[in-house]
């Protein structure tokens, strides 16, 4: 597999052009949300509106390892309120007025930056995207709220993603404009001190020159990343994933294996055969077992297992 | 005597134990591997079941333990909740 790089060079585009837009995975909370919406409409004409609980009960996991032996669930109850109808609003108001060492991460309050991933009545969501009246009823009057699963914990709902963030690192998140051999030759024509100078190999030189003009790419190979640069990297889908929890080591994780096809699939990219050969394990890729609890869970309503299935049919494709 | 039976987590925290305790025997500051095992000698009264406790300081020492094994870092400090 992935021996003659000429012969991969001149397949590229190829491969490439077989990696359309195909059949989507689905995903669920759309279907859902038309199902509630239709519901609605059928039963608001009698019952009038959704029956609202006076309080709501947020229970919520704290832990602060320099203080408490043990975790456990806080909770507290606020009055329901529709001016403020994001979890995020009413974790600020927890803070501000009952608990003021409560721990949790946020930025952006719009669902841009990831940071407020938790998981929320089960699910991992972000908090600032996260409709609290939409989850509440008056049978089912609480939300609770726990970390990410699996993750090592910092404090209360804050969790530690460096392992996270270095395993998106390996995969080299950028333009590559020259691969691995060009740099090696590169060394050899413009010595470094110490180094030889080799004639042989100038004639490769047209390969290194940078571009003169911007790095173009056609509407086409544009389209190709749509719904991969999205992902802003919250940790949703990994954290979900229950082949993540048991091989967090190596296994490298639905978000990263998407933002991993986003620079495979990119035409402006010159490493495909060095990424997809770094790929090709039996523990970074190939324990993806197609769970889909990434598709379920995605704030952004992306599809990282359609990615990591794309990734597969590349790898035995080249 | 037999050895006593260890659990994955004591094992893991013995592991870190004595990594850091190389990784200090490099540095310069003599002191540094004297207070690393002070650290672990203070915390090892934590009673086996706060395991969720442990867990967090394994978490921590490892990070603590990339710091120390950089050649740029000469010095660590610990902060607990009883320093």
């Known amino acids: ?318 | 005597m037999k050895p006593r039976r260890l659990s994955g987590l004591q094992m893991q925290v013995l592991s870190v134990y004595r990594i850091m305790l190389r990784a200090a025997k490099e540095k310069q500051d003599a002191s540094i591997s004297r207070m690393v095992r002070s650290e672990f000698r203070k915390n090892s009264s934590i009673p086996v079941t706060q395991h969720h406790r442990i867990e967090w300081m394994l978490n921590q020492s490892r990070g603590k333990l990339e710091l120390m094994q950089s050649p740029n870092c000469t010095n660590v400090t610990f902060f607990g909740p009883d320093n």
């Open chain 1, 1 to 318: 597999m992935l021996t003659n790089s000429k012969a991969l060079a001149r397949t590229i585009p190829a491969i490439r052009a077989t990696i359309q837009p195909q059949v989507r995975f689905q995903s669920t909370s759309e279907t859902v949300l038309g199902l509630g919406q239709r519901l609605k409409s059928i039963f608001s004409s009698e019952d009038g509106p959704k029956k609202m609980p006076e309080l709501v009960q947020y229970r919520i996991f704290k832990y602060d390892p320099q203080v408490d032996n043990e975790p456990y669930i806080q909770s507290w109850y606020l009055e329901y309120s529709k001016n403020s109808p994001m979890l995020l609003d009413d974790l600020f108001r927890i803070k501000n007025t009952k608990d003021e060492g409560l721990a949790f991460r946020r930025s952006c309050r719009e669902g841009i930056c990831g940071s407020c991933a938790m998981n929320v009545n089960g699910k991992n969501a972000l908090a600032c995207t996260y409709k609290v009246g939409d989850h509440i009823s008056d049978v089912k009057p609480y939300i609770s709220v726990y970390p990410l699963p699996h993750m090592p914990i910092v404090k209360d709902l804050a969790v530690d993603m460096k392992h996270f963030y270095m395993q998106y690192k390996s995969i080299d998140p950028y333009l590559k404009e020259v691969n691995v051999l060009d740099s090696f030759i590169k060394d050899r024509i413009n010595p470094k001190p110490g180094f030889k100078h080799d004639r042989r190999l100038s004639k490769f030189h047209f390969t290194l020159k940078p571009h003169k003009k911007e790095n173009l790419q056609s509407k086409k190979n544009r389209a190709l990343i749509d719904g991969l640069y999205e992902c802003i990297l919250c940790a949703c889908c990994s954290t979900s994933c229950p082949s993540y929890w048991w091989n967090r080591d190596k296994y490298l994780g639905p978000a990263v294996l998407l933002q991993a096809y986003r620079w495979v699939v990119d035409s402006r990219d010159r490493a495909l055969k060095e990424r997809l050969d770094y790929l090709n394990d039996v523990y970074r890729l190939y324990r993806c077992h197609t769970i889909l609890n990434c598709i379920k869970c995605c704030p952004k309503s992306l599809s990282p297992a359609e990615a990591i299935s794309n990734i597969k049919s590349m790898i035995s494709l080249t």
